[in-house]
């Protein structure tokens, strides 16, 4: 908490979040597919939903909907940007606002929960359970332990433009964030640790501002058997594919997982 959510809370970050519109990538959007016909109409829990980019995705779903964010700037934009739907400011990891069985389907996108760490992740799995229905659902997106992400490295990377403004304001941006990159990624990594199915490693997201784990899929379905879900479905994020369990997932970066209640 006390890396990422400064990090969270900056304007830039914020403007960033504001910007985003649409799915985050093909897993997303058939994850979705695949759950949105059974909660149709019924009450939903949006976990982390920073300045609203999911609203869009799940209001046509169900206007029974509720979203939270653990950050104050967050809340305040996205509140501004969509000021007729119930936005809260709270965290995943304490849902006692809610009492049990309150919704048919909880949604924690775009990676959220490796935002805290292990033992919080267990607490968010297990409140999470709490105010789901019986048979409920719950989707959410974590990064991929055995992809290429543990292997980020600080680099300079300008977006290209054939437009000289663009390419020449890319490049100051570049430029200027480079040397908080550098220092970051010196901080932060002094927190990394690697276990045999999840770490805990500072990510290049944010100039490498942020502290997140990663988890293997054999890891992550143990995790939510052990806070009573079983695993339905997992989409990979490039391809949108179901995952098996002995798929290759080198090149994933990330997984959207659909668990049920039992």
């Given at each position: ?28 959007q ?25 609203i ?22 996205c ?76 680099h ?53 501002g942020?502290?997140i ?50």
């Amino acid at each position: 908490d006390a890396v990422n959510r400064p990090t969270w809370a900056r304007r830039d970050t914020v403007r960033i979040y504001e910007r985003l519109h649409g799915v985050t990538d093909p897993g997303e959007q058939a994850a979705l597919d695949y759950v949105a016909p059974r909660v149709q109409g019924r009450a939903i829990l949006d976990i982390g939903v920073g300045a609203g980019r999911t609203i869009d995705l799940l209001r046509p779903v169900s206007r029974d909907y509720i979203g939270i964010d653990y950050t104050q700037e967050m809340v305040l934009a996205c509140r501004k940007q969509h000021p007729d739907v119930r936005i809260e400011q709270m965290d995943a990891r304490d849902l006692h606002a809610f009492e049990d069985g309150r919704f048919a389907f909880v949604m924690f996108s775009y990676n959220g929960i490796d935002s805290v760490g292990p033992q919080d992740r267990r607490r968010v799995l297990r409140e999470v359970h709490r105010v789901l229905q019986p048979q409920g659902l719950f989707m959410f997106s974590g990064h991929n332990q055995h992809g290429p992400g543990p292997g980020e490295r600080p680099h300079m990377h300008i977006p290209f433009s054939w437009n000289p403004l663009k390419l020449g304001w890319r490049s100051f941006k570049s430029i200027r964030a480079w040397p908080r990159t550098l220092m970051n990624h010196k901080r932060f990594s002094a927190l990394n640790e690697r276990h045999e199915g999840w770490s805990v490693l500072n990510a290049g997201a944010h100039e490498f501002g942020v502290v997140i784990m990663f988890t293997s899929l054999a890891e992550q379905k143990r995790q939510l058997r052990e806070a009573g879900f079983e695993c339905e479905a997992v989409f990979d994020n490039k391809r949108g594919q179901r995952v098996g369990d002995d798929a290759d997932t080198s090149d994933m970066w990330w997984f959207h997982y659909v668990a049920r209640k039992v």
